[in-house]
């Protein structure tokens, strides 16, 4: 393996954190589109089984042929790629740097790096064996590990401490600074309102998000996380248990299957109980009464003994929560270090770069601190009519928290046609909370919004208010979508309105 970085010292250094994670990075991103392909393969598999039964599928027909492309392979990829890459990738340059570094090759060092790399392995197996996920913990620590050691400059600790203690610092800093605004109520939606939706970069990130989020989360969530599962009852012989499960099973999404298809759960009636069956794999028993009386609970219990994804998903929400900070850091740190190495230092080009890091950070955070919703109720009429749209999302934010009817604001009309993305999906939050035949009516017309966001907040708020009026306009609606996180709280709208999958004559494209 060549040296990637020839040259001057001082940028072999301070490149040297950067390409070594772009190697882990580039190795996940690999893995990953393979993973989330085979997955696409699967799912439309399973979506043309159930669209063939007399179900409606979700995703919808408009979808499937996505799912054999490779753009939404590649691009839900790169979501695992900065969440699970990220975080295996630092541990391993992390294992590296202590273990040459600080430690200087200590043998138990070593011997206690490997046995935390197993005992990971070891855990996302612990519920049957998961190949595909044991290759991330397989191939990129020690990937990265190697490289580390490879291509790690002979001076890397030149600078140390004084130069490398201020990244440290500043990084500590800024972390601090995040993690003290994790209480905050709706974190992730300010970050979203006030970060991306205010301007054209960062909806398109945010568009971005929400065309390809589904792709990679379908690939990982447990049975209770997706929408539709398949069953089959061949295996039931009494007829009167088998129609009062087949009831059962469907409304609770459990859409049952003619004999000779793969599905998800398979009920044999045996002497002794229910026996369920996913795959070869027998999971547990249970007796008719307690499937009948407690439907929900062994149905938690069934999704539970077969997810064989759940410290995945733990582990790469850990990793985007903290890995992918740390490693979006390294990077912006390095890039400002390089240029100012061409005017100073390397200390001083460190030291600088993290000062530089670290007042970008604080300015990201600034508009989280500075605006937030503060209202009292004296004031949401006037400010309903404020000049500014960050004012009257506020005070919509305050009228859906409280469940205030925002019929009784009159100001409340010229916000219907707003261009402000953000300011249209706290309108719609608030008119789902609202009891007015009136609101119901904007509702519905929202359900042809542009934008993702939007038309799900309205799809959301329709099956908050429970009016079954809604369900027609939702079915022909979910059609004709071709937006994958839309379907999705338009099929939860109508499973709140009561709606499910035995309307057999409703549910057919």
């Known amino acids: 393996m060549q040296d990637p970085v ?16 772009i190697q882990g990075l580039f190795l996940t991103q690999i893995l990953a589109t393979l993973h989330i392909y085979g997955s696409n393969q699967q799912l ?71 046995l935390v790399w197993l ?62 605004q994790l209480q905050r109520q709706d974190l992730f939606l300010d970050i979203r309102d006030r970060l991306l939706l205010s301007n054209s970069f960062g909806t ?17 969530e447990s049975f209770n996380q997706r929408l539709l599962r398949t069953c089959n009852l061949d295996g039931v012989g009494s007829p009167s248990l088998k129609k009062s499960l087949e009831r059962i099973l469907i409304n609770h999404d459990y859409l049952p299957i003619n004999d000779g298809q793969q ?24 007796s008719p009464v307690e499937l009948t009386q407690h439907p ?25 929560l903290i890995a992918f900070p740390l490693v979006l850091y390294i990077f912006v740190h390095a890039l400002f270090a390089v240029v100012l190495c061409f005017f ?13 890091c670290f007042v970008l950070g604080v300015s990201l955070l600034i508009p989280l601190h500075l605006y937030r919703d ?68 904007h509702l519905v017309a929202f359900l042809k919004d542009p934008h993702p966001n939007v038309k799900a907040a309205a799809y959301d708020a329709l099956g908050n208010r429970k009016n079954p009026q809604a369900v027609k306009a939702i079915l022909d609606d979910i059609k004709a979508l071709n937006a994958w996180y839309p379907q999705w709280y338009a099929y939860k709208a109508l499973r709140e309105l009561g709606w499910n999958q035995r309307t057999r004559s409703d549910s057919r494209p």
């Open 263 to 286: 599905v998800d759960l398979f009920i044999e009636q045996r002497a002794d109980g229910l026996l369920f069956k996913h795959g070869r794999s027998i999971t547990f028993n249970v």
């Open 344 to 356: 100073m230092g390397l200390r001083a080009a460190l030291i600088g770069a993290s000062i530089i």
């Open 44 to 114: 439309k598999s399973r979506l043309a089984t159930i669209t063939d039964a007399g179900y409606l599928a979700i995703p919808n027909p408009n979808i499937l042929d996505s799912l054999n492309t490779f753009w939404p392979s590649f691009w839900g990829g790169l979501f695992m790629t900065l969440s699970i890459g990220a975080g295996l990738s630092l541990f391993g340059l992390i294992a590296a740097m202590l273990w040459r570094v600080l430690l200087k090759r200590n043998k138990w060092i070593m011997a206690l790096l490997l």
């Open 296 to 320: 929900s609970r062994v149905l938690d219990a069934f999704s539970a003994h077969t997810d064989r994804n759940r410290y995945f998903r733990w582990f790469g929400f850990l990793s985007l």
């Open 204 to 220: 398109t990130i945010n568009d971005f998000y929400y065309q390809y989020t589904r792709y990679p989360s379908a690939a990982i």
């Open 374 to 441: 503060r209202v009292s109720d004296g004031s949401l009429e006037r400010l309903l009519r404020s000049g500014r749209w960050q004012d009257r999302t506020a005070v919509l934010k305050t009228i859906y928290r409280t469940k205030a009817e925002i019929a009784a604001f009159d100001a409340y009309k010229g916000l219907l046609g707003s261009r402000f993305i953000a300011e249209r999906y706290w309108l719609m939050k608030a008119m789902g909370v609202s009891e007015s035949p009136e609101t119901f009516g």
């Open 119 to 180: 005992g990971s392995v070891a855990m996302m197996n612990v519920n049957g064996l998961n190949a595909m996920v044991s290759l991330y913990f397989l191939m990129i620590p020690p990937s990265v590990f190697g490289a580390a050691l490879k291509w790690m400059p002979s001076d890397m600790g030149k600078p140390f401490p004084q130069a490398w203690f201020v990244p440290l610092l500043s990084m500590a800093a800024l972390a601090i600074c995040g993690f003290s």
């Open 6 to 21: 020839p040259g001057n010292s001082d940028i072999r250094i301070v490149l040297f954190l950067p390409l070594v994670l």
